[in-house]
């Protein structure tokens, strides 16, 4: 039962005017600072919420940030006692919070589906709480990764009520933009995410989304000039670093500056150098190079390797977005026995129910598998008839372009260019209505 505060006199508040519970002015600060840079996607969370935990061990909304930061870079273990530190820690702070550590303790143990009911709830009495709305937005949220077909209309379906509350808040403003490209309007969110980078220009999070605003346009030359001008002012340990790396090098591939691009995904990218969330160090390194593979390109073996070794120490299971991804270093390497192993691992977790999208990852990576035999009609009939249901896997539509591109790539390499000029035509089977700005295949 969520019991009442202690506190009885004034509380420090957020950027939302929402109040939290600790008595150290040093601790708010921080707190605040943190609240800033994971919102926003900026350097310096992590230690901002351990400078709030130093100043006052018993905070517990620093230790649930924490604890989230923690997941995102591969340590569940931690991560989970620090989310039920916070929830024990918040037996005396306020009603908000208490639910808030609650919410959180329960998306950190494996129960996505509780967390969201209950953040529905959440919001409908603390809209402005977007410490608690954060986590089920994005494609990387509860929605995000629930493996639900229609869960970009969710997300924007949870968003668009609460417009009138955030107002011209950019960390809002951005996400809502983000929510629009991701359902084909990408024309309204790119005037909306602008709006917000006119209101926190070093926002990582708003950049983001315009760089996606921008890819799904096809205006590929506007983003690579405005990522080249801002990355490289932005930290390392910036929650988005690698990942909008990744998207300047996938421009630069597009575009034939293949040279440049694996000078900077040797630089900031690479397992052996990038600090980011393993989840996007592994998805992004490895859809990268299948996409210079699918461009015509020979991929270095060795940063096959590099990915596959990486795998090996982060991800000792199948879980989400890393199923869709996980079996092409193999592929990559010629190592059809140990993809095939990986591919029958994903079968039997989507079996017990473990993941999300079920066995979409699954037939996926099997289509991969024969692209790289050059097995063009097993891809084309395999994967283009279910390309409606990628979305499951989740990730961003620029993310699961990596499964259209494979299939258009199989209908050029086999000369059936008028099938994908009509597949295109089609919107991919109606699921996406941007067009390449450059052939993905070799004609």
Known sequence: MIGASSYDRAMPTDRYGLEFSTESAAAADAYRRAMDAMLGAKPGAAAALRDAIDADPGFALAHAALSRLTAIHGNPPEAVALAERAVDLAGDATPREQEATM?????????????????????????????????????FGIIGFSGRSGREREQLDLLTPLADSYGDD??????????????????????????????????????HVL?????????????TEYLDGWLPDYEPDGML??????????????????????????????????????????????????????????????RWQ?????????????????????????????????????????????????LPAGDVAAAMSRAFVAFSEDRWAVVIDGLGPMLDQIVRIGGSRAQRDLAANTVLAAYARSGRWAEAESLLADGLGGINNRRPTRPVGVR
């Open 211 to 223: 760089a996606h605003a921008l890819y799904e346009a096809g205006d590929d030359d506007t983003a």
């Open 103 to 139: 919410i959180h303790q329960l998306q950190i143990s494996g129960k996505p589906a509780e967390a969201l009911h209950r953040i529905r709830a959440h919001i409908s009495e603390y809209p402005l709480d977007a410490m608690v709305l954060n986590p089920a937005s994005g494609v």
């Open 241 to 302: 670093h690698c990942h909008l790396w990744w998207h300047l090098c996938l421009l630069l591939i597009a575009a034939g500056e293949s040279e440049r691009a694996w000078t900077l995904y040797d630089r900031e990218l690479a397992p052996d150098v990038s600090i980011s969330s393993p989840l996007n160090v592994f998805t992004d390194g490895a859809s990268l190079q299948w996409r210079a593979l699918l461009a015509g390109e020979t991929v270095s073996s060795d």
């Open 306 to 354: 590099a990915l596959a070794d990486f795998a090996a120490t982060k991800f000792p299971s199948p879980m989400v977005f890393y199923d869709a991804h996980g079996a092409l270093p193999h592929i990559g390497l010629g190592q059809t026995a140990d993809a095939e192993a990986f591919i029958a691992e994903v079968e039997a977790s989507a079996t017990a129910g473990k």
């Open 170 to 207: 950019p960390w809002f403003l951005a996400t809502l933009a983000f929510a629009l490209v991701e359902t084909g309007q990408w024309t309204a969110g790119r005037e909306m995410v602008e709006q917000s980078l006119d209101r926190e220009p070093d926002s990582a999070h708003a950049v």
